[in-house]
């Protein structure tokens, strides 16, 4: 008899199941992709810089898995708290997400990085250095402010004295 009402009873969990997913249109249960993840006792909670679809995913992605290591937050943790960290175009992506690619945080970040791949930045050339130009209505200050934002992006920087250099032949 015990059985039976075991039995019964799941029957019925299953049916109540089953008439939420109907009257809201997915299964609630599997919205947690890892529920056994837990935060560390003493976390607090940390305000990340929202990701949109338009910046570096790498860069996103160091910020927010170092932040969260310094804490001892786990992977799984760390993966169901990702998506806190995205708005727009990218927190849409996540939630249409095949689930076979969030099996596990490394799938999610692999994901992530392949799907946002074209913001990262092409390194600078010297060549594209040296063709930038100042403007006719620029400002001297602006005009380096602008050479030196592309000069940053380059992995083998000019010397201090190339860089001169090259500001002043393309004033």
């Given at each position: 008899m015990a059985a039976i009402k075991a039995k019964l009873a799941q029957l019925e969990q299953s049916l109540a199941r089953s008439e939420r997913i109907t009257s809201i249109g997915f299964d609630i249960d599997k919205l947690c992709l890892f529920p056994n993840a837990r935060l560390p006792k003493k976390f607090r909670p940390i305000d990340f810089a929202k990701f949109d679809?338009?910046?570096d995913p790498k860069?996103?992605?160091i910020g927010y898995i170092g932040?969260?290591?310094m804490?001892?937050?786990e992977k799984d943790a760390m993966a169901e708290m990702f998506a806190q960290t995205l708005v727009g175009h990218a927190l849409h992506w996540s939630t249409t997400l095949e689930m076979k690619k969030k099996r596990s945080w490394e799938d999610i970040c692999e994901a992530f990085v392949a799907q946002f791949d074209y913001n990262i930045q092409l390194e600078v050339t010297i060549l594209e250095l040296?063709?930038?130009k100042m403007e006719l209505e620029e400002s001297f200050m602006n005009f380096v402010r602008r050479w030196r934002a592309k000069a940053v992006q380059m992995k083998d920087k000019p010397s201090e004295k190339d860089q001169i250099?090259?500001?002043v032949r393309n004033l």
């Amino acid at each position: 008899m015990a059985a039976i009402k075991a039995k019964l009873a799941q029957l019925e969990q299953s049916l109540a199941r089953s008439e939420r997913i109907t009257s809201i249109g997915f299964d609630i249960d599997k919205l947690c992709l890892f529920p056994n993840a837990r935060l560390p006792k003493k976390f607090r909670p940390i305000d990340f810089a929202k990701f949109d679809g338009t910046g570096d995913p790498k860069a996103h992605l160091i910020g927010y898995i170092g932040a969260l290591s310094m804490w001892g937050v786990e992977k799984d943790a760390m993966a169901e708290m990702f998506a806190q960290t995205l708005v727009g175009h990218a927190l849409h992506w996540s939630t249409t997400l095949e689930m076979k690619k969030k099996r596990s945080w490394e799938d999610i970040c692999e994901a992530f990085v392949a799907q946002f791949d074209y913001n990262i930045q092409l390194e600078v050339t010297i060549l594209e250095l040296k063709s930038t130009k100042m403007e006719l209505e620029e400002s001297f200050m602006n005009f380096v402010r602008r050479w030196r934002a592309k000069a940053v992006q380059m992995k083998d920087k000019p010397s201090e004295k190339d860089q001169i250099w090259m500001i002043v032949r393309n004033l």
